[in-house]
């Protein structure tokens, strides 16, 4: 019964890579468990050079329709009122202010896509039932916080990430029941069919405790979600999986989350692969918000003689809650002979992911959505080619993008609206040094097109990354 997660994602990187690390951990008999400690460590050095918007610009959000209302007050006492309309403003691009900038480039020690990790698991056969438990802590070698030198001291943010903790049971004949957080169903073998899972990928120079490999740029990420999933017996290479699991922006927490896939695994005569389809589904909601009023005041004159004041209120009126679909579809397909490695995947879904960049981390992969009740189309995909070389060192090249489609509520919001495009190009070696141990380099080159689907809102991010990683 397959009842670590972690050692599935840490093998399917180590197999696709070519590396020998073992799958099991550290195994140690316990009565009638057997119980497995397994893990790894990486650490990364990258340098990420930043130019268009990423570098230089900021985006000024729009502003609703106002008064202005002025007032004079004379030396004499005389009192003078005047009011003027406030016009509603569209958002726009400027430079960024002193100490708001970002600089150039970003130099960082961190971890990569994969965080650190020590995995807890054991697993006995009692009445007939394969049982197990696991639980992993993850953690990064940079904070979890600004991403600064300020934060990366012994009393800095960084701390432990509980991303798995569930128990299962099952049978061969009849399938396995998981029950507790856990990787989600959707997304996961795009993910895990992914090179810079060893790696760095997209995502460097930021906050945070984990880079972001091809999450929002190829695929949505998966994620770790609290679940009850069920696993059918593999019926000659074939097997279903599916979730209901904890949702995501659901703001009554009402509606359950849905997650599933169908996965063909085969083998022969030295070629051997997956193909699969999947699919997830949930009601996303917000609650309803009250109209709020804000005001900016100047004030100028000389004391006694006159003095005038400026005050400009603006108010935004209320949003209604609304609920509406979120839903995504996936294919995917890996093949390995010979030494070469093939992977293609492609998604396509509705209300899920986010054209907002926080800071230079996209947001496109994460299974946020955007903030009106207009639907909001997003697709995306990958291909991957990778080659193992005679003296075992795998090098691998992969193109992805993920696009979410401008609507009438970016429209709305920004007045000029365009499709947000996050585009990626990676190349990377990947060389086993031992049979645990393996050394990396990476280069990511990352266009964003439309940032927040603001037209010509773009940006650049070009990443160089060297590293090690340990499992264990």
Do not use: C
Not at 369 to 389: I, M, R
């Amino acid at each position: 019964m397959k009842n670590n997660q972690l050692k599935l994602a840490v093998a399917g990187a180590v197999l696709a890579l070519g590396s020998t690390a073992a799958n099991a951990g550290i195994i140690i008999p316990a009565g009638d468990w057997t119980v497995d400690l397994s893990g790894n460590i990486n650490t990364f050095y990258s340098n990420t050079n930043y130019t268009g918007a990423l570098e230089s610009s900021t985006l000024t959000a729009a502003t609703p329709a106002g008064t202005v209302v002025t007032t004079t007050v004379s030396g004499t006492g005389l009192v003078n009122i005047t009011a003027t309309v406030a016009t509603a403003t569209s958002a726009s691009l400027g430079a960024r202010t002193a100490g708001g900038a970002l600089t150039s480039s970003a130099n960082q020690v961190s971890t990569g896509l994969l965080p650190s990790a020590i995995g807890i698991g054991a697993k006995s056969r009692q009445n007939d039932l394969d049982v197990a438990i696991q639980t992993t802590f993850f953690v990064g070698a940079n904070a979890s916080g600004a991403g600064t030198g300020a934060f990366n001291s012994g009393n800095g943010l960084n701390s432990i990430n509980v991303r798995q903790a569930f128990l299962s049971f099952g049978d061969k004949s009849w399938g396995t029941i998981k029950m507790g957080r856990d990787l989600g169903v959707f997304g996961s073998d795009a993910i895990l069919s992914d090179m810079t899972l060893l790696g760095v990928g997209t995502g460097a120079g930021g906050a945070g405790n984990s880079t972001l490999g091809r999450i929002g740029s190829g695929y949505l990420y998966a994620d770790w979600n609290g679940q009850i999933q069920y696993q059918s017996p593999n019926f000659n290479g074939f097997q279903v999986t599916g979730a209901i699991k904890e949702p995501v922006l659901n703001a009554a927490n009402h509606n359950l989350g849905y997650d599933g896939k169908a996965t063909f695994d085969f083998a022969s005569n030295g070629v051997d692969g997956r193909i699969w389809v999947g699919g997830i589904y949930q009601k996303v909601s917000t609650a309803a918000t009250a109209a709020s009023t804000s005001y900016i005041q100047t004030t100028a004159g000389t004391t006694n003689v006159s003095s005038t004041q400026v005050t400009t209120t603006r108010v935004t009126a209320a949003t209604a809650a609304y609920t509406k679909d979120a839903r995504a579809a996936e294919v995917g397909a890996k093949i390995n002979f010979a030494g070469l490695g093939l992977v293609g995947y492609y998604y396509d879904g509705q209300n899920i992911g986010s054209s907002a960049v926080a800071s230079t981390t996209p947001l496109s992969g994460l299974l946020t959505s955007n903030s009106g009740p207009t639907d909001q189309d997003v697709k995306g995909g990958y291909v991957q080619a990778t080659y193992a070389l005679p003296v075992g060192t795998k090098i691998g090249a992969s193109w992805g993008q993920s696009e979410i489609k401008a609507n009438a509520d970016t429209l709305a919001a920004m007045g000029s609206s365009a499709d947000y495009k996050n585009e990626s190009w990676v190349v990377g070696a990947y060389h086993p040094l031992t049979k645990h141990l393996n050394l990396v380099g990476e280069y990511t080159d990352t266009k964003y097109e439309n940032i927040q689907n603001f037209n010509g809102y773009n940006g650049h991010a070009r990443t160089a990354a060297l590293g090690a990683i340990l499992f264990f």
